[in-house]
């Protein structure tokens, strides 16, 4: 069950993160996540939004440099430690963790657990075979 995520490129100056932030606002998309990766010469924005292909299209269209890619989101308790079950399971499994973001959610004692890895598929497997609930974007929202 993969989410569709947004990825911007940022250039690494003032006001940068909030042109994007401000045009995004300002078009009525909703971001339901996001996080920002940095180094010292440029930023990636990753987003999850309720309308991925229409937020995509228009940050193309205003000039930003926009990928989408998919990635897991995991149902996790709301407690200290809960994400290191699956990531646990995913390390033995041999699948790489290219990096992972978390958030909580407001009507149960849940977070989510997002995260990119080298095979979505092995990765699901593994998880849902164990149990671990995976997250279906359209259940969350």
Not at 7 to 27: D, I, K, T, Y
Not at 77 to 103: H, K, R
Not at 116 to 135: H, P, T
């Amino acid at each position: 069950m993969a989410i569709e995520q947004v990825s911007v490129f940022l250039e690494n100056h003032p006001g940068r993160l909030m042109e994007v932030l401000n045009f995004l606002a300002q078009e009525g998309f909703d971001m339901r996540a996001y996080c920002v990766a940095e180094t010292s010469d440029f930023g990636i924005l990753r987003i999850i939004l309720r309308d991925t292909a229409a937020a995509y299209a228009a940050l193309k269209k205003q000039g930003f440099t926009a990928k989408k890619t998919e990635i897991l989101g995991v149902i996790i308790p709301d407690t200290p430690g809960s994400s290191v079950v699956p990531l646990q399971m995913l390390n033995d499994a041999g699948i790489n963790i290219e990096y992972t973001y978390a958030f909580a959610l407001q009507q149960a004692e849940r977070a989510v657990l997002l995260l990119r890895v080298d095979d979505n598929g092995k990765a699901e497997e593994i998880l849902s075979s164990a149990g671990v609930q995976l997250a279906d974007f359209s259940t969350l929202f």
